[in-house]
């Protein structure tokens, strides 16, 4: 397959190219390439394939939220080719069994190529050394059990360890702040890499440190106040000016959606934390690309290449000759508004409702094949595959 007259983006640059796509990998970057095939892509950016890195698909017993089926739909949709799925499922994927079943369920169900965590409990360590997870994930609120300091200090010594940071479920700042501090303290006496999850504080940002990279999520980079339920909250607008400066100057590294979906009824009677943004965190972006308020660049930098090399994802977040042939070709000018009835996902809300969108995912490129065009979906479930990792961890 042949896609012409691109333009190509990477983190630094964007190259008019054709690229040449020979079974599931890229196979050439240049001019005059030939193929049967052919997509003209002319006048069209073309992106890599997001690789989101914060998703809840919940799957297991709260597959009335959502599933592997109906959200990877909403991923493919919004031009997310690569998920990771967090392990607060019911029931958690704090065992390897968990984790098998978890992965079979993935397999058969998912759209788009996939990696898991492990959820990190006092006592589970080694247990997750078993199989092999994209990171494990701490709770220090926790949502999985009691996190004694002394299992996040060793999570932090011997795993990739990507944290929800926030000491208690109470939503205060000192929560997060404190939290955050803690995580990055640790991870500099044991030089180790650790991973802050969905960061939102203004005051957080000044504990990161070589060791730590972090995460922010469109919500609390576009939202402030009580418009949303989530866990961290909303915060105010100095926070999200200086989260913004952050992710701008790259002391935040990467944009996860954190895709959280709830049924509607609960979200009202129970008051959870979450909301789904697979379907529309792209578009939300390239909104902002076209109001000149970001690069397209950027926007590949914090979605594609970051959260690939950080995460040690082989073969995606990138378009170069070798790696897997996920393309988002997206048209820059289409105009829409969010319309919750038109989520793939299960959850049919959104603080972003009714927001004015400029730009649109004309066609995804999943391994070779085309699997999204004019909004429809071209893929079969399973079609999803595990991804590989490099051996590595971050900090070597
Ligand atoms: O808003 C959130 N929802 N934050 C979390 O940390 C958990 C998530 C969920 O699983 O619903
Ligand atoms: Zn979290
Ligand atoms: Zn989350």
Not at 69 to 93: C, E, I, Q, W, Y
Not at 95 to 109: P, Y
Not at 231 to 254: E, F, V
Request: include cysteine; charged fraction near 25%.
């Amino acid at each position: 397959m042949l896609i012409k007259n691109c333009r190509l983006v990477t983190s630094r640059e964007i190259i008019f190219a054709d690229v040449l796509i020979e079974g599931e990998k890229i196979a050439g970057i240049g001019r005059g390439l030939k193929s049967g095939e052919v997509i003209d892509a002319k006048n069209k950016f073309v992106i890599p394939g997001l690789v989101d890195v914060h998703v809840h698909m919940r799957d297991f017993e709260q597959s009335y939220k959502e599933d592997f089926f109906s959200g990877s739909k909403a991923a493919l949709a919004g031009g997310v080719t690569t998920f990771v799925d967090m392990p607060n499922s019911s029931p958690p994927v704090i065992d390897s069994k968990t984790f098998q079943r978890r992965l079979e369920a993935a397999s058969k169900k998912s759209l788009v190529d996939f990696g898991l965590n492990f959820g990190i409990t006092a006592g589970n360590l080694e247990e997750s050394k078993k199989v092999a997870p994209v990171a494990c994930k701490i709770y220090m609120n926790g949502a999985l059990g009691e996190i004694k300091e002394e299992t996040l200090a060793q999570a932090i010594k011997e795993c990739k360890a990507a944290v929800h940071a926030e000491t208690n479920t109470s939503g205060e700042p000192k929560a997060e702040e404190e939290a955050v501090k803690k995580v990055c303290s640790l991870a500099a006496r044991f030089k180790k890499h650790a991973h802050i999850c969905h960061i939102t504080l203004r005051n957080s940002l000044n504990h990161l440190n070589e060791y730590t990279t972090c995460e922010v999520t469109p919500h609390h980079l576009l939202l402030t106040g009580e418009i949303a339920r989530v866990s961290p909250p909303l915060r105010t607008p100095a926070d999200t000016r200086a989260l913004w400066a952050a992710l701008k100057s790259g002391r935040i590294n990467i944009v996860a959606s954190d895709h959280a979906p709830h049924e509607a009824s609960e979200k009202e009677e129970d008051a959870l934390a979450g909301i789904p943004n697979l379907d529309i965190m792209l578009r939300l972006f390239l909104t902002l690309v076209n109001e000149r308020k970001i690069t397209i660049q950027e926007l590949v930098r914090w979605t594609c290449e970051n959260p690939a090399k950080i995460f040690r994802i082989k073969n995606k977040g990138e378009i170069k000759i070798g790696m897997d042939a996920d393309l988002v070709i997206l048209n820059m000018d289409e105009k829409s508004k969010v319309d919750v009835d038109e989520f793939y996902s299960k959850a049919k809300y959104s603080p972003f409702e009714g927001q004015t969108i400029v730009g649109a995912v004309d066609r995804v490129i999943l391994r070779g094949k085309l699997a999204f065009e004019d909004g429809d979906i071209l893929v079969e479930r399973g079609s999803g595959r595990l991804i590989s990792l490099h051996p590595q961890s971050f900090c070597g």
